[in-house]
C-alpha cells in the first residue's frame, strides 16, 4: 500500500503553498526586501513539507522537526549565496512553520489553568523541539563553506 494517495499527495501540495503563504506573510511583516519574498516563502514551505513527510513516514514531532531543518538551513545558505543577501532573512522567516507556538501557548495555559503534570508536559515537548531546530541550525551552519578561487 502507498503512503503517497491521491487524496494525501493533495493535502501535502496544499499545506506547502499554505506554508509558504504563512512564511511570506511573516517576511512581509519582518520588512524583507522585495525581491527576496519569493524565497523565502519557498525556504517555508519546503521546510514544512519536509516536515510534514517525515510525520507521514512514522517520525514523531522530535524528530521530524530536526529532519525538516536540516534541509531549510541547506536551502537557505545556497539561497543566500545566490542571491547575495544575508542567510538570517531566509532563516528567520523560514523557519516560522516549524516553530513550536502551540505547545508554547498550551504550556502556559496549562500553567495557568493550574494543571502542573500538563503544563510539563507540553513544556518539554516544546523545549525538546526548541533543541532540535536549534541544534539541526548549529549543525549546518557550522559546515564550512568552500573558499572560492579568486
Known amino acids: 500500500m502507498s503512503l503517497l494517495t491521491n487524496a494525501v499527495l493533495g493535502t501535502l501540495?496544499?499545506?506547502?503553498?499554505?506554508?509558504?503563504?504563512?512564511?511570506?506573510?511573516?517576511?512581509?511583516?519582518?520588512?524583507?526586501?522585495r525581491r527576496l519574498l519569493p524565497?523565502?516563502?519557498l525556504v517555508g514551505g519546503v521546510g514544512w513539507l519536509v516536515?510534514?513527510?517525515?510525520?507521514?513516514?512514522?517520525?514523531?514531532?522530535?524528530?521530524?522537526?530536526?529532519l525538516a531543518v536540516i534541509p531549510l538551513t541547506l536551502l537557505t545558505r545556497v539561497l543566500a549565496i545566490?542571491?547575495?543577501a544575508p542567510v538570517t532573512v531566509f532563516l528567520l522567516t523560514g523557519i516560522f512553520p516549524l516553530v513550536p507556538g502551540a505547545?508554547?501557548?498550551y504550556t502556559a495555559y496549562y500553567f495557568i489553568q493550574n494543571n502542573n503534570a500538563l503544563a510539563l508536559s507540553n513544556g518539554i515537548s516544546t523545549f525538546k523541539i526548541?533543541?532540535?531546530?536549534?541544534?539541526?541550525?548549529?549543525?549546518?551552519l557550522g559546515i564550512p563553506l568552500p573558499h572560492r578561487r579568486r
Not at 526548541?130 to 549546518?140: C, D, H, K, N, S
Open 13 to 33: 501540495v496544499a499545506q506547502f503553498f499554505l506554508a509558504a503563504a504563512g512564511t511570506l506573510s511573516f517576511a512581509i511583516l519582518f520588512a524583507c526586501p
Open 39 to 41: 524565497y523565502c516563502a
Open 51 to 66: 516536515y510534514e513527510l517525515a510525520v507521514l513516514l512514522g517520525a514523531d514531532s522530535t524528530t521530524a522537526s530536526l
Open 82 to 84: 545566490l542571491l547575495k
Open 103 to 105: 505547545g508554547i501557548y
Open 130 to 140: 526548541a533543541v532540535v531546530l536549534a541544534t539541526g541550525i548549529a549543525l549546518v
